[in-house]
């Protein structure tokens, strides 16, 4: 029988205390205190944090779970989109810099000291018309005007920074909508193999994902900056979600499952596959959404709308955590 070192390449480590639980799943010790064999395993898990001071959905953000941005969205249907735009440092959100145009249906990508939104649209404006072309950059205090789109946009998705970003798919869901932004100008980008709006995404410019949308797809596919590649498929259909996290690990949740019906379902990718984590507490989509830049072990989740528009939006905000548990190996 083979042994633990020829299976795993080194021996388990004999430990007179527990090392941090963040030492990582599956590695495994002996502690010789407590005569033991004992190993780490992941729990992961949405909870409650600070909600927004105003309720709203289809805005665009970006950020990360300790430092997030919210900017513009609407507060109600029928009512006014907002210009307003909101920073969250981990304990409490805030108001930022306003917008100079207020839009719907954004797409919005980058940190909080580089954010961008690119285009949009008013409400109840479905016409290819209705689309705005304009694009501003946020460096963590204001707004500033940057080059504008070649077509105007509504429902599309953007990833990256405002120095290298990509918008993708926008309505009519007809026409492959691609371009990419170096901080100056945009040029058309390759072509989707699955042209959709309303999806979401995740990742750099020249390593990132676009997955779900309409009609209601579990398609996804990974852009290198120039082409598209078919990725796996995800396990639950939606369009309206939130997303973050790198292309080898991205994390997509929430949406609008067909039906319609606000989806609460979590996703995770490893770079292979699509496998199902927990699900939100509250069900929601059209949300703003952020996650780690590294890893899809922590993810924010905030604002939205239970079953799009029309409908109430929500001022709630959840965090998504991963935390390291060391448990005894037992026979049993």
Request: charge should be negative; proline fraction near 6%; charged fraction near 10%.
């Amino acid at each position: 029988m083979a042994t633990y070192k020829q299976i795993f390449g080194q021996k388990i480590k004999t430990l007179s205390a527990d090392p941090p639980a963040a030492i990582g799943e599956g590695q495994i010790w002996y502690n010789d205190t407590s005569d033991a064999f004992k190993t780490a395993t992941l729990t992961a898990a949405w909870s409650s944090a600070p909600a927004l001071t105003t309720a709203r959905a289809g805005g665009g953000s970006g950020g990360t779970p300790t430092a997030a941005w919210l900017g513009g969205g609407i507060t109600g249907w029928p009512a006014p989109v907002t210009t307003a735009t909101e920073e969250y440092n981990g304990s409490s959100w805030t108001a930022g810099g306003a917008l100079t145009n207020a839009r719907v249906y954004t797409g919005g990508a980058g940190p909080i000291t580089a954010g961008i939104v690119v285009a949009g649209a008013p409400p109840y404006d479905p016409s290819p018309s209705g689309g705005q072309t304009v694009v501003e950059s946020y460096n963590g205090a204001s707004w500033s005007a940057e080059t504008v789109t070649p077509i105007g946009l509504w429902s599309n998705t953007a990833f990256g920074t405002a120095a290298a970003c990509t918008t993708a798919g926008a309505n009519p869901d007809t026409t492959n909508f691609v371009f990419d932004y170096d901080g100056s100008s945009w040029t058309t980008g390759g072509t989707m193999n699955a042209i959709r709006a309303y999806s979401a995404s995740a990742g750099t410019q020249t390593a990132g994902g676009v997955m779900g949308g309409l009609p209601g797809t579990t398609n996804y596919e990974q852009y290198n900056g120039s082409s598209w590649t078919a990725g796996p498929a995800l396990n639950t259909a939606r369009y309206y979600s939130g997303a973050g996290g790198p292309q080898t690990a991205s994390i997509n949740f929430g949406g609008i499952a067909p039906g319609p019906a606000a989806a609460g379902e979590n996703e995770l990718f490893d770079g292979t596959s699509w496998t199902e984590g927990a699900d939100l507490a509250t069900a929601r989509s059209l949300m703003g959404s952020t996650s780690s830049i590294t890893t899809n072990t922590a993810a924010l989740a905030f604002g939205g709308s239970p079953v799009g528009d029309p409908s109430p939006v929500h001022t709630a905000t959840e965090e998504y955590t991963t935390v390291a548990t060391v448990k005894t190996i037992t026979t049993s």
